[in-house]
């Protein structure tokens, strides 16, 4: 349960990274400059804090699993980082982009069908 849990936690703490990498972005553009733009980005240090964050659910989630059952869970943050970017900057997702997310999501369960556990 706590291999699910981390493992969770990765994904989860990559793609607010995203989100917040995607605002840092914004704060840059509207800040020029070397210090207001990136030293003195509060979005840029949250994205950095998420991604710690990340790899240290990651470190844990690699301690109880093996890395081929763990790995293709993390394409699920090509799923769901889209889809906050959908929600909270109003992008735009096609058809064609949701059935390639719909490709990931099936290609997450093959692949977690078919390793097993050691």
């Given at each position: 349960m706590r291999s699910v849990a981390s493992l969770a936690g990765m994904?989860?703490?990559?793609?607010?990274?995203?989100?917040?990498?995607?605002?840092?972005?914004?704060?840059?553009?509207?800040?020029?400059?070397?210090?207001?733009?990136?030293?003195?980005?509060p979005w840029l240090w949250a994205a950095l804090g998420a991604s710690a964050g990340g790899i240290g659910c990651w470190l844990l989630t690699l301690r109880r699993l093996p890395l081929s059952v763990a790995y293709p869970w993390t394409a699920l943050i090509y799923v769901l980082t889209p889809l906050a970017g959908a929600a909270l900057f109003a992008e735009a997702l096609t058809g064609r982009y949701a059935f390639g997310m719909a490709l990931i999501l099936a290609g997450v369960v093959l692949t977690s069908r078919s390793v097993t556990r050691s």
């Open positions: 994904i989860l703490c990559m793609t607010i990274s995203q989100i917040l990498l995607k605002m840092a972005g914004q704060h840059s553009s509207a800040h020029p400059g070397a210090v207001e733009g990136f030293m003195r980005n």
